[in-house]
């Protein structure tokens, strides 16, 4: 083994056995991140399948950034909703604004404009001083970022139970809406495609933070929260949406 | 014809060209701040948002931006120029307005409606708007502060166009949301067509929006 990967001794087996071969360091490193739980719901992907995801109304359906429906009169709404559990769990505001610079990308990824965030959020007992600084952090982070770019928070739900205390669950959602004519996927799939990567300046601090989602939280897990998250990417929110 | 300016960040821009045009039926252009031109257009609104993602400090970046001194040539010929929250920001940091904008003092976010008072005669904004408004603030420093001098000056010479005042009209502690010296909410410069203000008018223009004395004060605009 030559790169520090988060995946199981398994999942490594399967990379060898699919490749026919031992993977570089990069390619373990992208393995890594497409294969871990952030980015394939590995965990969850048997009970998302049972969600219903057909219908006349459907016109992006899963596999794509966002799920976009038809809403009549020539308009789309697109709809997100992301877990941001582990890095909220030991960095509360980074980790949940974070959630929602990925959500509210997944929107403007299909060429609509962001409108609106919602977030369900569980904690342990409001008794507990951990539970109340994740509370305060969690809250502050997803209106912060709402603010910056200038898409309010408009619903939400909050759950206090001793049973969310070492593993508390941050989920946002985004909607926004699109001329169904107007409607952009990203996929470069024939050879010669051109793939252009957008965004604002980023530091090594998200280095490893999507397979971080992959690994169990533990009482040495706050070893892993980032030194200096940047997270402000209202100016690329603009650069997207000069129409 | 009206400008506003996008900043990379800028977030009510496309609200304030709502309100402009849509609604007052203006003449009015959305500009990338790189392709502004002053000579080009009569009035500048400098909307609110989060320029330049309020690295170092608020408003700091688009202050030293080419854009600026365009606006302040403008300034200097007399043609009305507005900054609305991050826009007074930008407007105190370029020194086109005195004092500056520091962090709340409850250190949090705020975002509700507020009333105003219109104290000061002598900006062109407020020639339409009677003694009171009602608009909405959304802003985490917004602050205003200046020495002591500097607000006797202010006194002096009737810059002190809006200020943060309760139900009844009265400048009290608890109508005050940000801390503000004075209460103050939007000043002008001497000659009266610069104005900064940290309230939204852009957000008070319709009825569905909860109320329209935003529109009192863009009327002037032309």
């Known amino acids: 083994m030559t790169a520090q990967v988060d995946l199981t001794a398994e999942e490594q087996k399967q990379v060898r056995q699919i490749l026919g071969r031992e993977p570089n360091e990069v390619e373990w490193g992208m393995i890594d991140i497409m294969w871990s739980e952030h980015c394939s719901y590995k965990s969850s992907r048997p009970h998302l399948a049972k969600l219903p995801t057909k219908g006349e109304r459907v016109l992006v359906g899963p596999g794509y950034d966002s799920g976009v429906v038809d809403i009549g009169k020539g308009w789309a709404a697109n709809f997100k909703v992301e877990t941001h559990n582990h890095p909220s769990a030991i960095e509360p505001y980074g980790g949940s604004a974070t959630g929602i610079g990925g959500i509210v990308r997944d929107i403007l990824a299909l060429g609509a404009y962001p409108v609106g965030f919602l977030d369900s959020l569980h904690f342990g007992s409001l008794n507990s001083p951990h539970s109340q600084w994740l509370f305060r952090y969690v809250v502050k982070g997803v209106a912060d970022y709402g603010n910056c770019i200038g898409v309010p928070t408009v619903a939400g739900e909050v759950q206090f139970d001793k049973s969310f205390e070492k593993n508390c669950l941050v989920n946002v959602a985004s909607f926004g809406f699109v001329r169904k004519d107007k409607i952009v996927q990203g996929y470069a799939k024939a050879p010669g495609d051109v793939l252009i990567l957008a965004g604002g300046s980023t530091g090594r601090d998200g280095v490893h933070g999507v397979t971080f989602a992959s690994r169990t939280l533990d009482e040495n897990s706050e070893m892993d929260r980032p030194k200096s998250p940047r997270w402000r990417q209202s100016s690329t929110n603009t650069n997207c949406h000069t129409r | ?222």
Not at chain 2, 156 to 163: A, G, R, S, T
Request: hydrophobic residues 40%; glycine residues 12%.
């Open chain 2, 1 to 222: 014809m009206i400008a506003v300016i996008r900043f990379p960040g800028s977030n009510c821009d496309m609200d304030m060209v709502h309100a402009l045009g849509d609604v007052l039926k203006r003449k009015v252009k959305l500009v990338w701040h790189r392709e502004f031109k002053g000579g080009e257009f009569d009035v500048v609104v400098l909307p609110g948002g989060f320029t330049y993602g309020d690295h170092l400090r608020a408003g700091i970046i688009a202050a030293f931006s080419p854009a600026m001194k365009e606006v302040r040539e403008m300034a200097k010929e007399g043609k009305p120029v507005l900054g609305v929250c991050n826009g007074f920001q930008i407007l105190t940091e370029t020194g086109m307005l005195p004092g500056s904008l520091l962090r709340n003092d409850g250190l949090n976010f705020v975002c509700k409606w507020i009333r105003l008072k219109k104290t000061g005669g002598r900006s062109l904004f407020a020639r339409k708007v009677e003694d009171f408004v009602s608009v909405p603030i959304a802003h985490n420093e917004g602050r205003y502060f200046i020495d002591e001098k500097g607000l006797r000056e202010l006194e002096q010479n009737d810059q002190i166009v809006f200020k943060y005042v309760d139900a009844g009209g009265n400048e009290t502690y608890e109508s005050n949301p940000n801390g503000s010296l004075s209460n103050i909410a939007g000043i002008c410069n001497p000659e009266g067509n610069v104005m900064g203000m940290m309230p939204h008018p852009e957000r008070a223009c319709e009825e569905i929006l909860g109320g329209k004395d935003g529109l009192k004060i863009l009327e002037v605009l032309k």
